[in-house]
């Protein structure tokens, strides 16, 4: 299972991809790592929340924060094209 991440709260793989580069890791915490890497790897916010067992509302308000301090717009589509660069 190489292509997967560990939750830091629950010690679970998770399903993503860890290629989120560390200039932008250091600016979320790891519940935000957690969501925004399961988010990437094409979760609904509804699966998501499953996964790490917490409300849809709760990881929304996770996605908002993540895209505040990422300074994105337009969802996941902006995290990947800042990713991309």
Known sequence: MADCCQDLNTGDML?????IPPEVAVKRTAREHDVLSLLLSGLSSRETAAKLHLSVSTVEGYRKQI?????????????LALLSR
Do not use: T
């Not at 895209?67 to 969802?75: D, I």
């Open 15 to 19: 399903p993503a991809p860890c290629l």
């Open 67 to 79: 895209y505040q301090k990422l300074g994105v717009k337009g969802g996941i589509k902006g995290v």
